[in-house]
Every structure is written in structure tokens, then in C-alpha cells.
């Protein structure tokens, strides 16, 4: 009984995350033959069983790659700009904020550092462009089984039986991707023992654009500015604490939670109501010992993990696919191609993952000397432009 | 049997004597095939994924290879046959060596595995008009006297997308210094003179053979010993000594 012959395709990815569906619209967008696939059909409305509440903050290097593979202009209408990135410190005996800093974009440019969109309507955007690229086909409900990488092309078996011959080989399968474990890639991966907690708010004050984090124990507090709910102003936030301390505050009645919810923010929006449910997200930070194989490019979570500070994750994963386009434009998963993605992604992916590393365990810090000397570093490094306006560049990812 | 081996083309009297006089060893693996020994279980990894793959196969199943038609040409004592067997493929393992055939079927026989083992070359098989799913030509290609004429015989053998799978060694400073100084001049492993350097292949010159011989070439893969570990490794980045390649018809 011979075995259903082998499908070619120019570009597998494997993962329809958010990182794996805009994959497949850069590689569709340039032409190529392009399947995704993904176990799980991606859920597009936020009342949704299973729906993302995380938001993602895409900052402007990003927004020049989802321009220039059509999906912007059907995101920017639903986007909120973040002008302002305001760092506060509540370190001190009460929770109140005692230093706040503003990093305005306005002092390296004239655009916001980035938008602000949530992630149930990126997923619902990027699957509707796809739709409309000819050469792009997007299966949910189908993983990755096995694979076999060989210099002609990536062989991939699906969990429907299905086999395919990929020239290029994207793992975009999250951070226990099966594409990096088929190859036998190892990762390393830290631990804070920290969980977010991600839901939206609604709030006092208007956000006029500025996005907030606030500092004391355990995490940061993060609040990123959402178009208006139901007539009020509206943020997304992002709560990290250690996970014994996310399990107590998920099991507190409505008012219980939002009285610890209000004491944490510090004021800083005025009142906040709860808005959505509360989704959890485990914390850490994780590289794969290698991005590439013959034929295959791991990008995203399956190559990159690090905690939700500074909006990092995705902004990191959209600059890994904007190199990776470009390298592969003419003979998708060459070997000099992907030696040169190797080389240039993961001593970058690195050196972020340690800088944001040491700002999560600042911010983790429980002791009150170490949180004055949070503070005090704070100040003092704001206080000079430079350094902070290359502190302002670095988060955007440019030199 | 002799007179069939003595015509063909592909066959070396020299290069077959040599590998008579040590036929009794195959099976030592302290022996002269220490090398081969230690290289068995990282070949046969890559050989079982690359056939299981090719023909939608689950690696995982007991005999993943049942079905399948397979050819180990010179195979020596069938160091390699014998494994393709217990994953249940229907191995056909030929030597133009008598005595190493000799050895291979006392040993199949003892293990209880059934192998078609015939003293004949790929020239003769091939003009019995047999066919096979997979051709398998390890460590042999140096040892022929013709390799064009010889990987042109192992397409001849292959059914219509059928996989040919050849290790050889390359012809580097580097594998002079590990096939020949290391191996036959300090650990004696094999008798001097077992391998002649200047014979050795190197991958794109393999790959020439194989196009031209109307194959498509799918993959190469380096070979790495670790003299520490006594360990192998399969390298896509280093093919400087010990390598495999894999072509399609
Ligand atoms: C609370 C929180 C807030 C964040 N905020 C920001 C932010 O503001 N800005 C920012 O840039 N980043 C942010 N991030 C990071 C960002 O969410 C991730 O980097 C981004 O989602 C990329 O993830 P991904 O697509 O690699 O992984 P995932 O979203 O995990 O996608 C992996 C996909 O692979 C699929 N998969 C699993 N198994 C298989 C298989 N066998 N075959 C095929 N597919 C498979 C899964 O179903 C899944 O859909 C945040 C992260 C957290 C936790
Ligand atoms: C180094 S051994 C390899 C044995 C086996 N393939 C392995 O890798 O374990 C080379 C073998 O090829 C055989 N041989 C050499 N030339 C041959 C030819 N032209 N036809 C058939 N067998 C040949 C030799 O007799 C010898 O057994």
C-alpha cells in the first residue's frame, strides 16, 4: 500500500500564533506557496470561550514590516497610539507613586513609540488578509508530527496523515515548539515564578496615550491604552506577581479583587473597574540553543521567550521575520541565508533576553532597600537625555 | 559466483581480497570493523528517517519498513542488513566477497532473521533485471574501480522513486589524517593499506556521479567522530571525513 505521495510547498509554517499568521502573510505577500497550520483554530472575538485578552504593543520598526505586507491598513483603525511610556515607582512604605518619568516619543521622532491593538483582533485581521492572498493557504486544526530535515527541503508530516516537502521550514509552533524538539534543538530557559494576569480595564481618567507601568513588588503593573469602552476610558493591563500571590488574587470576590486591584495601580488612572475575565500567563525567559536547521527557521516564542516588559515578545518575533523575508526573497531556505539569520537573530534575541531579564528582577524585588535602589537608578539614568533617549531607541529595536 | 565478479565492471580483485582476508572479524566489534561498529548505530538512525520519511512511514511502529525492498550492496558481514531487517524490510544483502557472504548467513541464521544474501555483484543484480524500493552502498563506493559506471548500476536498480543511500569517505587533509593515520597507523583498527586516500570521493564530486546518473540528489550529511566520546554525530556543516548522501530516482 504505498504511503500518499509528498506535496511541495515553498514555505511551511508551522503555528498560526500571532507570529505564525503574519509569517504567512509576509511570505504569501512576496508570492511563494505558503501553508500555516495550527491545531487550534484561532478564536477572533473577545467574548469568545478562550479568546487572547492579552494586548500587544507594536512598536514603529514593526509597523514598517506590516505595512509593506498589506495588513496595516486594516489594523490602523482599530489601533490606540502609545505616545508617552510612563514609569512610575511605588516601592515605597505606602503604595503611592513616588517617582514618575516620562519617556515621550516626541524627543526621538515625530511618531508614537507604537499602537496598541488586542490580540483576538490581530488574530482576526491577519486571518481575514490571508484569506485574500492567492498563494496562501491557512489550515487550522492540524499540527506538526514529525520532521525530517534534509538539504532539498523540510519533511513534514501533519497530524491528518498529510506529508509535505517545505523549502523553508518556519517553527512559529510557540515555546515548546514540536519543530524545535523534532530537530533536537535544546532551549535554555529561566524561571521567576511569576504569572501575568492579562484583562482590561476601565478607568477614571482619560490615558491620553500614555502607557503606564508601575513598580513596588513582585512585578511590574502594566496599564497600555485601549480605544473607549462603553463610554469610558478604557486600558489593557498586564499584572505580574510571583503565582502563589495570582492564584489569591484570582480567587477573591469581584470587590476583594478590585480594592487590591486599585491599591496596586497606585491611582495612577484614577478608579479602575474590571472589564473582562482574567486570563493567566506563566512568566519566563527561554532561547533555543539554535534558530536554524537545514531548511527550517525557528522565529518567535519556538526561538524566544521573555516576560511581558517593554512589549518585547511580538516586536522581537516581527524583526526576526522581517530579516527573514528578506534573506529569502530569491531561493527560500538556502544554507547562506540561513547561516546569516542565525548569526544576526540570536546574539540580538540574547542580549535583549538579558537586559529584560535584569529589569524583571529589579522590578521583582522585594526588599525595600532594593526597591529605593530601583528608584534611585531610575532617576538618575532619566535624568540624563542621552541616556535616555537611547534607552527610548533600544526599546524600539534600533541602534 | 567467481567468474560472474571477475567480469564485472565495478569489481576490484585487489580491493575484494582485502576484505576476504578479514571476513572472520565482522562481527568482533573490537575487531578491524571497530570503526564500523562504533559509526552502526548513528548511520542507522539516519538511514531508517530518511527511508520511513520518503515512503510516509511511522518511525515509531514496530516494522516500519515492512514492504519494502531493500539492497545493501556490499555488505560485508551485514552490519547494516541485519537491523534493516528487524525493521521488517525484504533485504536482499550481495558482496562480491564469497567469504564475507559466508559469514553474514551464519550469523542472520544464528539470529533467526531472514536475509536473501547472494556472493554476486551490483552489475549481475542488475542484469537479473531486479528492482528495489532502496539502495543501500555504504562505505563501498571507494573500494570499486568504476564509481560512475557503479552509481549508474544502483540507479538501475532502483524502482521509479526509489531512494539510493551512499556513505563514503571525502578527500581532505583531514580525512587522511583520520582514515589513514588515524585509523590503519595508530589504532591499527585496520591494516595498513585497507583505504587508498587517493581514491576517495569527495561530496560534490559524489553528487556529479549521482546527477549524472539521472538521481536527484535530496541530502548530504557530515559524519563527526569525537575521539573523546568515542562517539558519532551527524553534522549538515561538517562533511570533511565520513559522509553521507541521499538521492531519489
Ligand atoms: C501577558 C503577556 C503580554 C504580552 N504583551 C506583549 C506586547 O505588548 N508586545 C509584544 O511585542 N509582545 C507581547 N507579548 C509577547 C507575545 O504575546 C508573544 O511574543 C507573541 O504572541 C508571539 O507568540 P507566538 O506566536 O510565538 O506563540 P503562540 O501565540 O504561543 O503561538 C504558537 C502557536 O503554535 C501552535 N502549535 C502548538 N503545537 C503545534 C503543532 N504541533 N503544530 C503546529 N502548531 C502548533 C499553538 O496552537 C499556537 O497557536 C506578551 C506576552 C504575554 C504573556
Ligand atoms: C568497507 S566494507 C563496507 C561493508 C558494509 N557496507 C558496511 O558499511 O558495514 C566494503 C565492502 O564492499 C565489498 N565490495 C567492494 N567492491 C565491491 C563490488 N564491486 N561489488 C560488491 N561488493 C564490493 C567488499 O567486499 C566489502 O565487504
Redesign the pocket.
Given at each position: 500500500m504505498p504511503a500518499p505521495a509528498i506535496e511541495d510547498v515553498d514555505i511551511l509554517v508551522?503555528?498560526?500564533?500571532?507570529?505564525?499568521l503574519i509569517a504567512a502573510a509576509a511570505f504569501g505577500a512576496e508570492g511563494f506557496s505558503t501553508l500555516c497550520?495550527?491545531?487550534?483554530p484561532p478564536v477572533t472575538d473577545e467574548s469568545d470561550e478562550g479568546a487572547d485578552l492579552?494586548?500587544?504593543?507594536i512598536l514603529a520598526p514593526s509597523v514598517v514590516l506590516l505595512q509593506r505586507i498589506g495588513l496595516w491598513d486594516r489594523l490602523a483603525p482599530h489601533a490606540t497610539p502609545l505616545q508617552v511610556m510612563r514609569i512610575v515607582d511605588a516601592g515605597g512604605a505606602e503604595p503611592r507613586a513616588r517617582l514618575t518619568r516620562d519617556f515621550d516619543a516626541a524627543e526621538i521622532g515625530d511618531q508614537p513609540f507604537g499602537w496598541n491593538l488586542p490580540?483576538w483582533l490581530l488574530r482576526r485581521e491577519i486571518v481575514a488578509r490571508l484569506e485574500s492572498l492567492q498563494s496562501v493557504r491557512f489550515h487550522a486544526g492540524i499540527?506538526?508530527v514529525s520532521v525530517l530535515t534534509r538539504d532539498e527541503g523540510a519533511i513534514v508530516t501533519l497530524s491528518d496523515g498529510r506529508r509535505l516537502r517545505a523549502r523553508l521550514l518556519i517553527g512559529?509552533?510557540?515555546?515548546d515548539s514540536?519543530v524545535r524538539q523534532a530537530l533536537g534543538i535544546g532551549a535554555r530557559r529561566l524561571r521567576y515564578g511569576q504569572k501575568?494576569l492579562?484583562f482590561a480595564v476601565t478607568h477614571e481618567f482619560p490615558h491620553n496615550n500614555v502607557s503606564t507601568e508601575v513598580h513596588r513588588s513582585g512585578g511590574p503593573f502594566t496599564l497600555?491604552p485601549l480605544p473607549d469602552r462603553e463610554g469610558r476610558p478604557c486600558s489593557a493591563v498586564?499584572w505580574m506577581e510571583n503565582g502563589r500571590e495570582t492564584a489569591r488574587l484570582r480567587a477573591l470576590p469581584p470587590e476583594g479583587f478590585e480594592a487590591e486591584l486599585n491599591a496596586r495601580s497606585a491611582g495612577v488612572l484614577g478608579h479602575l473597574r474590571q472589564a473582562t475575565r482574567l486570563t493567566e500567563?506563566p512568566?519566563i525567559s527561554q532561547i533555543a540553543d539554535r534558530f536554524t536547521a537545514p531548511r527550517t527557521a525557528l522565529i518567535?516564542?519556538?526561538a524566544h521567550v521573555v516576560p511581558?516588559i517593554g512589549?518585547?515578545?511580538?516586536?522581537m518575533?516581527l524583526a526576526d521575520l522581517a530579516l527573514l523575508v528578506e534573506l529569502n526573497r530569491s531561493d527560500p531556505g538556502n544554507a547562506a541565508a540561513l547561516a546569516r539569520y542565525e548569526r544576526a537573530r540570536r546574539p540580538e534575541a540574547l542580549a535583549r533576553l538579558l537586559g529584560i531579564d535584569v529589569l524583571n528582577r529589579a522590578s521583582q524585588a522585594g526588599l525595600r532597600p532594593l526597591r529605593d535602589l530601583r528608584a534611585a537608578a531610575l532617576g538618575g539614568l532619566y535624568g540624563i537625555a542621552p541616556v535616555r533617549r537611547l534607552m527610548m531607541r533600544a526599546g524600539l529595536g534600533l541602534h | 559466483m567467481t567468474s560472474m565478479s571477475q567480469t564485472s565492471a565495478s569489481v576490484d580483485q585487489a580491493e575484494i581480497a582485502k576484505f576476504e582476508a578479514m571476513a572472520a572479524e565482522w562481527w568482533d566489534p573490537n575487531g578491524k570493523f571497530r570503526p564500523l561498529h562504533l559509526m552502526n548505530p548513528l548511520r542507522l538512525d539516519y538511514i531508517a528517517a530518511q527511508i520511513t520519511a520518503e515512503f510516509g512511514r511511522d518511525g515509531k511502529a514496530r516494522m516500519p519498513l515492512a514492504g519494502l525492498r531493500l539492497l545493501d550492496i556490499g555488505c560485508g558481514g551485514g552490519l547494516v542488513a541485519e537491523p534493516m531487517a528487524r525493521l521488517g524490510a525484504d533485504v536482499t544483502g550481495a558482496d562480491a566477497a564469497a567469504g564475507n557472504i559466508a559469514v553474514a548467513r551464519l550469523h542472520a541464521e544464528a539470529q533467526g532473521i531472514a536475509i536473501d544474501y547472494r556472493a554476486t555483484t551490483a552489475e549481475a543484480l542488475a542484469d537479473m533485471g531486479e528492482r528495489f524500493d532502496v539502495v543501500l552502498a555504504l562505505e563501498i563506493i571507494e573500494h570499486v574501480s568504476n564509481p560512475a559506471g557503479f552509481v549508474a548500476t544502483c540507479q538501475s536498480l532502483l524502482k521509479p522513486g526509489g531512494l539510493l543511500i551512499l556513505s563514503t569517505l571525502n578527500r581532505t587533509a583531514r580525512s587522511f589524517a583520520a582514515a589513514i593515520i588515524g585509523a590503519e597507523w595508530v589504532m591499527r583498527w585496520l591494516p595498513r593499506g585497507t583505504h587508498d586516500w587517493r581514491r576517495f570521493i569527495t561530496p560534490d564530486e559524489l553528487a556529479g556521479l549521482v546527477k549524472g546518473a539521472g538521481l536527484q540528489v535530496a541530502d548530504r550529511r557530515g559524519m563527526v567522530f569525537n575521539p573523546l566520546t568515542f562517539g558519532w554525530r551527524l553534522s549538515d556543516r561538517d562533511l570533511s571525513v565520513n559522509y553521507l548522501l541521499t538521492a531519489r530516482r
Open positions: 508551522s503555528g498560526g500564533g500571532i507570529a505564525g497550520i495550527d491545531p487550534a492579552r494586548t500587544t504593543a490580540n499540527g506538526t512559529a509552533d510557540g515555546r514540536p501575568a492579562a497600555v498586564v500567563w512568566i518567535a516564542e519556538a511581558p512589549a518585547q515578545g511580538l516586536n518575533s | -
